[in-house]
């Protein structure tokens, strides 16, 4: 069992979607009008390369540090460290090998990176389901923030295990006052959450996620911190979950139109 979303932004705003303890009017057309912002293209139309140092599945446990060049067609990454160590030469010759192919095989990188576009908007469709699932408190400032706290809405019926999961959550959403930009978003299993009436699984007290947008260069607002840690135990007792931190720094603005191999060429010359 695995929680079908991605961390990050997705999973932010499938919490985002949400309400908490008094239904607020205010704060729902608050987080309406966060949605409207994080959905509009045009707030998300800058490219940028930056660092990456991310611990999750992909990473098989391991540290990763990254040098990451976004363009249109996806991220195109470069491993620089694992667990703190630097690259074997072997290694990173591999790495700079899988490069070339990108630039080689663009159409294979672009059904992968498609694939992962594609989970993104499943995630949204589930957005538009979630948004009916909770409800929301009264707003109030904290420092240049709206804060707004949410939990679930018990009159919901959510539709599948992923939506039993999110559902369970409660926590709170951080908003940019000036911007409507989503700052920070997190939630939490306040309680053990059966799956099938425990007989598909166990949902540990705890489980949850976080994530931090701050603005960067361009005036976009970019992921900086993704903790998911979703834990517990399936049917035969197998362990099951979705583990992921990530935290990503020295954001740099780049030209709109930067090409796999342009993105490329900048990873292979950047000072790291």
């Not at 098989?60 to 990454?77: D, F, I, Q």
């Not at 030469?89 to 490069?99: I, M, N, T, V, Y």
């Not at 070339?100 to 908007?121: S, T």
């Amino acid at each position: 069992m695995r929680v079908g979303v991605r961390a990050g932004v997705l999973l932010c705003l499938l919490a985002a979607g949400v309400s908490r303890g008094q239904n607020s009017n205010t704060a729902r057309q608050l987080v309406d009008r966060m949605l409207a912002h994080e959905n509009d293209p045009g707030e998300h139309r800058n490219r940028y390369m930056y660092l990456s140092e991310e611990r999750s599945e992909r990473t098989g446990g391991h540290l990763w540090r990254e040098r990451v060049v976004e363009t249109e067609m996806g991220k195109v990454r470069l491993l620089l460290a694992e667990d703190g160590q630097p690259l074997s030469s072997g290694r990173l010759a591999a790495e700079r090998s899988r490069l070339a192919e990108i630039v080689a095989r663009p159409d294979a990188f672009e059904r992968r990176e498609q694939a992962q576009k594609n989970d993104e908007q499943h995630a949204e469709q589930m957005l538009a389901l979630l948004h009916k699932g909770f409800m929301f408190d009264e707003p109030h400032m904290e420092g240049s923030d709206l804060r707004i706290a949410y939990r679930p809405d018990p009159a919901y019926q959510p539709q599948s295990l992923e939506e039993r999961v999110l559902h369970a959550m409660a926590g709170a959403i951080l908003i940019d006052e000036r911007t409507m930009a989503l700052h920070r978003i997190d939630g939490t299993v306040p309680t053990d959450l059966s799956l099938g009436f425990g007989l598909l699984g166990t949902i540990h007290a705890g489980s949850g996620f976080s994530t931090a947008h701050e603005m960067e260069p361009g005036n976009e607002w970019k992921p900086s911190v993704v903790n998911t840690a979703i834990n517990g135990k399936a049917v035969f007792f197998k362990a099951i979950g979705k583990n992921e931190h990530a935290v990503c720094s020295d954001f740099r603005l780049l030209p709109g139109n930067i090409s796999l191999a342009q993105a490329v060429e900048m990873l292979e010359k950047s000072s790291f």
